[in-house]
C-alpha cells in the first residue's frame, strides 16, 4: 500500500522507506556487515509490524544487502575480495562506455549540474564526511550513465545501484585523503567537457581501476609477509 502526504504525492511504500532507512544504517556501518537482522528487534526500532520488516528484508534480499537462509535467519551479506573485483569489473566495463557515449550528449545545463555536484563534493571533502562524498559520487556518476542515450545501459546501471554504493564503503581505507577522491571528480568533468573520448575513457578506468591497484598492491605485500619475503 502507498502512503500520500498532505499534497497528494504518492509517497513510497512503508516497507521500502524502512528497506531505505536499512540501507542507510549499513552504508553508515551502524549495522555490520554479516550482523544477522532480528525481525522482532527491526519492528520494535521502526515501530511497524513485523510483516512490514519482512518485506522490506525482501527487498534487501533482491538487491543483495541481506541474505535470508531457511531456519537461520537473515544477515546483512559480507562483502568479500571477490565481490570488489566483480564490481570493479564491471562497474569499469559500463562506465567506460557509457562516459564516452554520454560526451555526444552532453549540454551546457549537464555540465551546470555536475558542476554543482562537484562543488558539493568540495565541501564534504573539506568536512572530511567519506559517506557524503560517496552519496555524492553516486548522483555524478548516475548522472553521467544517464547520458549515455541506452537505455539498456541505464537499466542495468540503475539494478547495480545498491552494491555499487556497498562497494564504496570500502574505498575510505584506499585514498590518502578525501581531497584526492574529489580531484578525481574534477578531473573527470574536465574530461567530460573536452568531449575527447579517449580522454574520457582513461579518467573513468583510472578513478575505477585506481582501487584494483590498491589491492592487488595490499595482496602483493600479504604474500611476501606470509612467506618472509
Known sequence: MHEQDSSGITQKPLSELIADQLKRKIWNEEIQLGERLLETELAELFDVSRSTIREALKILEIEELVVIQARKGTYVAAFTEQDVDEIIELRTLIEARAFTQATHHLEQNHVEDLQAIVDQMKT?????????????DMQFHSYVVRLCGNSRIIKIYD????????????????????????????????????????????GVRNHIEYVETKLLGQKTIQNLRRYNL
Open 159 to 202: 539494478s547495480l545501484q545498491v552494491q555499487i554504493r556497498t562497494f564504496l564503503m570500502h574505498l575510505d581505507q584506499y585514498y590518502s585523503n578525501h581531497q584526492s577522491f574529489y580531484d578525481e571528480h574534477k578531473q573527470l568533468l574536465q574530461a567530460l567537457v573536452s568531449k575527447d573520448v579517449h580522454t574520457v575513457e582513461g
Open 124 to 136: 564534504k571533502a573539506d568536512e572530511k564526511d567519506w559517506n557524503a562524498l560517496f552519496d555524492l
